[in-house]
Nanobody, 130 residues
Framework: QLQLVQSGGGLVHVGESLTLSCASS????????VAWFRQVPGKEREGLLC????????KAAGSVKGRFNIPRDNAKNTVTLSINNLKYEDTAVYYC???????????????????????WGQGTQVTVSS
């Protein structure tokens, strides 16, 4: 079973950039689409971006286009979430996730949908301050 391990995050300042990483501790991540989500207390988990296993297809929520990117390096078995120009409202717990079903990212009409993803990282807190 796929196990996702996240790294990065912490306290950052408005306007700075941040990188979060998602890696697989067992199986090769290159065989899976990967998505990033975030959640703030009292709100639903929000789908941000997804990338297909080969990296050729990406989808992003309108709210993060231009500031968020989801590069993947299959040789290193990692998928990254990079965030530029951080804002206060980016404060959240961030999760990477992968679906059991292939081609999930391509099939989604917009940003990733939580219910389509089966494997989850442990979550990483990102706090943006002044």
């Amino acid at each position: 079973q796929l196990q996702l391990v996240q790294s990065g995050g912490g306290l950052v300042h408005v306007g700075e950039s941040l990188t979060l990483s998602c890696a697989s501790s067992r199986l090769s991540l290159r065989h899976y689409d990967v998505a990033w989500f975030r959640q703030v207390p009292g709100k639903e988990r929000e789908g941000l971006l997804c990338i297909s296993m080969g990296g050729g297809i990406t989808k992003a929520a309108g709210s993060v286009k231009g500031r968020f990117n989801i590069p993947r390096d299959n040789a290193k078995n990692t998928v990254t979430l990079s965030i530029n120009n951080l804002k206060y409202e980016d404060t959240a717990v961030y999760y990477c996730a992968a679906p059991a079903r292939p081609a999930t990212c391509a099939s989604e009409g917009g940003p990733p949908i939580r219910g389509l993803y089966d494997y989850w990282g442990q979550g990483t807190q990102v706090t943006v301050s002044s």
